[in-house]
């Protein structure tokens, strides 16, 4: 789902950085 995002905003650098922090977040909880 965040790649599919990514690749959709590619263009905008701001918005990728958002979700790949996003994502990073996600991946934290998960592992708790």
């Not at 965040?2 to 991946?27: C, G, K, V």
């Amino acid at each position: 789902m965040f790649r599919m995002l990514n690749s959709s905003f590619e263009d905008d650098p701001f918005f990728s950085i958002q979700m790949s922090a996003l994502s990073r977040q996600w991946t934290k909880w998960c592992q708790i």
